[in-house]
């Protein structure tokens, strides 16, 4: 699987950014997906995961309420839909594919795209 991620941007405090991921390969339909971030000097953490389904999801409770992460297996892309973004929300955005269940762990993961800077101002 090769990711693609896009979407990430500047914008307000309070803004609103859609980052998406498109997939290329046969097993994208069959691959969990999830979310991660890092800010500069942090570790990579995890933002939110999703099934291959789409009916499970979890999220950071840093990120709950705000972000909703989605998936169209038809056109082999996952979204994450952020709102009310803060200036902590600022870093890099990646996704990345796994066989089985999402996990929590960016280790677990086979597969990442190469990051999409998202910068919130205050």
């Known amino acids: 699987v090769q990711l693609q991620a896009s979407g990430g941007g500047l914008v307000q405090t309070g803004g609103s950014l859609r980052l998406s991921c498109a997939a290329s390969?046969?097993?994208?339909?069959?691959?969990?997906m999830g979310w991660f971030r890092q800010a500069p000097d942090m570790r990579r953490e995890f933002v939110a995961g999703?099934?291959?389904?789409?009916?499970?999801?979890a999220y950071a409770d840093s990120v709950k309420g705000r972000f909703t992460i989605s998936r169209d297996n038809a056109k082999n892309t996952v979204y994450l839909q952020m709102n009310t973004l803060k200036p902590d929300d600022t870093a890099v955005y990646y996704c990345?594919?796994?066989?089985?269940?999402?996990?929590?762990?960016?280790?677990?993961?086979?597969?990442w795209g190469q990051g999409t800077l998202v910068t919130v101002s205050s």
């Open positions: 990345a594919a796994r066989s089985g269940d999402y996990h929590y762990d960016p280790r677990r993961y086979d597969y």
């Open positions: 999703i099934s291959w389904s789409g009916r499970s999801t």
């Open positions: 390969g046969r097993t994208f339909s069959g691959s969990s």
